[in-house]
């Protein structure tokens, strides 16, 4: 079955500094992937979607990457502030592409500190 | 828009008891899923539904009943309450319009407690 997986469960670091986020997947090749932010409490929020024919996709501070042959995604978030702390979620279909019909990794928590 | 709203917020049961987590959302989308959250294991497909009356099952269906009658509503059922299905309840939506299928809004999430 479809697995994914998140580098790690905790990553802490300093304010200003580049957050890099790894989901790896297997057993499948997805039309697409996303990444989600999650606060304690809450329901996850999408930040970003990248299609298996992008290679990058940016937003402000935010950076995903595709790697269809690697079955790899990387997250970053370039100058890191305290609010960026929460943890992110990374999501594929696995579906026909048409259901929205998803499955998540595990996430990361992520703790910029000042 | 209110956008997806989720009701009881908390909820303890006993085990054997039933009881339906309510979903609705005001953005007349037509995608409309369920997942629950336990620590360490991410977000897990429970039903979903790609329009009313067209249901069908994800990862983690068994002790769980969905219908969709209308666009707006998503119920989850729990036929009978066991304490494994302690967990966050997730329900979502999206759309095809505006080119965003893909993209699920989340509520706010229902905490459930079965004793």
């Known amino acids: 079955s479809q697995k994914i997986e998140q580098n790690s469960e905790a990553l802490n670091i300093q304010e200003g500094k580049t957050a890099t986020l790894t989901c790896n997947y297997t057993?499948?090749?997805?039309?697409?992937l996303q990444w989600y932010r999650q606060d304690p409490g809450r329901g996850p929020v999408f930040l970003l979607l990248?299609?298996?024919?992008?290679k990058e996709k940016r937003k402000e501070r935010l950076k995903v990457t595709f790697d269809t042959t690697l079955k790899q995604s990387l997250f970053h978030i370039t100058a890191s502030q305290p609010a960026d702390s929460a943890t992110y979620l990374c999501?594929?279909?696995?579906?026909?592409?048409?259901?929205?019909?998803?499955?998540f990794g595990q996430g990361t928590t992520l703790q910029v500190k000042p | 828009n209110a956008g997806v709203t989720q009701t009881p917020k908390f909820q303890v049961l006993k085990t054997g008891q039933s009881m339906t987590l309510q979903c609705a959302q005001d953005?007349?989308?037509?995608?409309m899923s369920w997942y629950r959250q336990d620590p360490g294991m991410g977000l897990r497909l429970i039903h979903y539904?790609?329009?009313?009356?067209?249901?069908d099952q994800g990862e983690v269906p068994n002790g769980y009943n969905v219908s969709r009658s209308t666009t707006e509503d998503f119920p989850l059922r729990l036929l009978s309450a066991a304490p494994s299905q302690t967990s966050v309840y997730f329900c979502?939506?999206?759309?095809?319009?505006?080119?965003?299928?893909?993209?699920?809004?989340f509520g706010p999430g229902t905490r459930l407690l079965v004793l």
């Open positions: 990248i299609r298996e024919n992008e």
């Open positions: 953005m007349n989308h037509e995608y």
């Open positions: 979502a939506s999206s759309t095809s319009r505006q080119g965003g299928k893909e993209t699920q809004y």
């Open positions: 999501a594929l279909d696995i579906g026909s592409g048409n259901t929205g019909k998803l499955i």
């Open positions: 057993n499948y090749s997805p039309a697409y």
């Open positions: 539904s790609v329009g009313a009356g067209i249901t």
